[in-house]
Every structure is written in structure tokens, then in C-alpha cells.
């Protein structure tokens, strides 16, 4: 596989075209912003946790039976992808109230609910990625109802695994972001990554965060968070 010119570089990732035009590469970078980039930052090692950990969950989830963009790992840092169309939809589970939920509906962050939420951004750094609802989506043409469907029964069995997954490894699954694209034949997939960086991840016993929280309210330890978490990843996977 040849890597060729690169065509989008994004705050955590490159990508690259192949000679094979329906893959693309995608390389996993250090750097780290938040609040829509406000806040810059560079996490060491990141790139290579995120790359790892995004391979192997999407591998366990394609298992069962989620569709996903992974294809094959190439280097610490890079991995052959299908190339897709991203929705332009942020898509967050939730499980325990946290971050903006908590902020946005004046409660305290570690409330369980008794079913997970869903909710939609608009995928626009230029509007700070308002929130909307699937009726919103609809009328923007980011997605159709079909889509909409599809999308919410997908993320709410990656759910249900990843939950199931990080409760082995003492973690609690508090909430999480996923991006869906389109294969040029309509088919929707899951995309993007699903690491520290876009979930928020705690110590069931202790509850402290092991996730990009960190470096967002600069609590210190960001690297020996990731690298905790990693490890706990790695002593569980198969
Ligand atoms: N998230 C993300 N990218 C974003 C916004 C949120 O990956 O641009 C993730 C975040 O890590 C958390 C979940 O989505 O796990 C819910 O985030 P929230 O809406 O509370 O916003 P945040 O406080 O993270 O900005």
C-alpha cells in the first residue's frame, strides 16, 4: 500500500491518500486541543494510544457485527481505513452525567442514569458545534431518517460492548463521542476513534478520570493517565 499526498489534517489526525482510492491512511498525532481549540496542547505518546486502542475496539466491535472503517494497523501511528463520508454529526452516548450535560442542566457530574442518552452536534468548528436534534439533522440534510435510525441503534449496541468491555478492565464507561461516515454505496459505518480523547473513562473504586478531563481542567497527570488506561486496555484484550 503506497501512501500518497495527504488531504485533511485535522487537530489529532492526518490522512492520506493511498494508491487504492476507495483507503486512506490515517496518522495519529501528540497534539491535544479542547473547547474547540482554544485550549493547545500536546500529550506525548497519545498518537500511539489512541491509534491502538481505536484498532483493536473497532476489531472487537466489526466481531460483532458493527460495521467499522478499520482495516489494518500499519505503524505505531498509522492505519489503512476505509475512506469514507463523514456524517457531520458528533454523536454522544451518555451514561453518568458529566461535562456539558452536567453544566448544560445545572446537576452534579457521576449521576447514573437508568437508560443511556443520545444526543447530536453539528459537526462545525465555525458554529462551535451546536447541538441539534435528528429533526434538525433531517432538515440540514446532514442525514436522512434512514440514517438518523441506523446510526442510533449502531450506537447504542457500541454502547452496551464498550460498557461490558471497560467494566472488566474496573472502568467505568461515563460517556462518549462517535462519528459515523458513508461508503460510496450508501452504508453507513462507524468512523473516526474511540480513545481517551473522546471518552470519558473512570476508576470504578476511586472514580478518577483516566481521560482527556485531564488536560481539559488541567488536573495534571494527563500522560500517566493515558498510559494507565492503555495498560489496563491491554492486560484485558484478548
Ligand atoms: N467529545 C469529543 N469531542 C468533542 C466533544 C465531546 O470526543 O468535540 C466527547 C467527550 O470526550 C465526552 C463526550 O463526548 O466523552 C461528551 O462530551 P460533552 O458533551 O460533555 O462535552 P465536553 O465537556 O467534552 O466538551
Redesign the pocket.
Known sequence: MEKRDMIYEGKAKKVFNTDDPELVIVYYKDDAT???GAKKGVITGKGVINNQMTNRLMAMLEKDGIPTQYVKELSERETLVKKVDIVPL?V?I?NIS??????RYGVEEGIAFESPTI?F?YKCDALD?PLLNAYHAIALKLATREEIEEIKKYAFAINEKLKAFWKECGVIL????LEFGKLPDGKIILADEISP????LWDEKTREKL???RF?RDMGGVEDAYAEIMRRFMAREV
Open positions: 479542547a473547547f474547540n458528533e454522544i451518555r458529566a461535562g456539558h450535560f452536567a453544566s444526543e452536534s458545534d461515563v460517556d462518549f463521542k480523547d473522546t471518552c470519558r481521560d482527556k478531563d481539559r
